[in-house]
């Protein structure tokens, strides 16, 4: 029996588009070295290493990004999903962006990585002031919910799900963080730690999974400060 440790990025080892803190950095970085650490991400790589740093990208076992779509052990690329947005679904999501009555777009809306897109209403060159405004129009109407759910209705074979802060993750159906489980054995205890454990959420589809087949243990977290505070626990108990 392995125990193995599954971390979500956004909300979970950082604040949302945001760096590591260094301090929590430092920390991770020896759990990582100590652990079987694996992290699983909506965002693309590029942006992953901006987050948390090419040596603690390094030091995970395996980092699924894209949800799992894009999957790299350190440098070396071990599978990339091939899948595109239909066109029908492409044009739902610019009639969605029509119909949202936020004001600030700007722009990157519907943005495709490796077997996945990222739609976000505020648009993916957003500061962090423009996401900060969007963050509390999101909060007040339930906008980002509310567009996944319809969008999930209109096409059942696709999946959106809600993460981050200002958009939401869409791919083939089963293309959500769950898909990851194939690499991992019944055997193996996992601990998996996640912001958006909510059913609309992007960590609900393998928190699900991991509860109903009782393959360890979700930690349904706040923020970085939470994850960091729970591990710390977990290091003190160990000694
Ligand atoms: O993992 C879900 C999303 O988390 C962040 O979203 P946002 O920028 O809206 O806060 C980003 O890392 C995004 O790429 C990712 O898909």
């Known amino acids: 029996m392995m125990q193995k440790f599954i971390f979500d990025i956004d909300g979970t080892l950082t604040p949302s588009r945001a760096k590591i803190d260094d301090e929590f950095a430092l920390f991770f970085l020896d759990f990582c070295k100590n652990n079987h650490v694996y992290l699983v991400t909506g965002s693309d790589k590029p942006k992953t290493v901006e987050q948390i740093g090419s040596r603690l990208y390094g030091k995970a076992q395996r980092v699924y990004?894209?949800?799992?779509?894009?999957?790299y052990?350190?440098?070396?690329?071990?599978?990339?999903?091939?899948?595109i947005l239909p066109q029908e679904a492409h044009q739902w999501l610019e009639n969605a962006l029509d119909r949202s009555e936020?004001?600030?777009?700007?722009g990157?809306?519907?943005?495709?990585?490796?077997?996945?897109?990222?739609?976000s209403v505020?648009?993916?060159?957003?500061?962090?002031?423009?996401?900060?405004?969007?963050?509390?129009?999101d909060k007040e109407t339930n906008e980002r919910n509310l567009i996944a759910r319809d969008f999930n209705k209109s096409f059942p074979r696709l999946q959106a799900v809600v993460g981050g802060e200002t958009g939401m993750d869409i791919f083939p159906?089963?293309?959500?963080?769950s898909q990851i489980l194939k690499d991992f054995n019944s055997d193996d205890t996992l601990y998996f730690f996640g912001d958006r454990m909510d059913k609309d959420g992007n960590d609900y589809p393998l928190a699900h999974e991991i509860n109903k087949n009782k393959l360890g243990v979700c930690h349904h977290v706040e923020n970085d400060t939470h994850t960091w505070k729970i591990l710390k626990k977990y290091y003190e108990t160990r000694v």
């Open 122 to 137: 505020v648009g993916r060159h957003a500061t962090m002031e423009e996401r900060a405004h969007y963050v509390v129009y």
């Open 73 to 83: 052990e350190g440098n070396k690329n071990v599978h990339t999903s091939d899948w």
């Open 102 to 106: 936020y004001p600030i777009r700007t």
């Open 108 to 119: 990157n809306h519907i943005e495709y990585r490796p077997g996945m897109v990222n739609f």
């Open 65 to 71: 990004n894209c949800s799992g779509a894009d999957v």
């Open 173 to 177: 159906k089963g293309g959500d963080k």
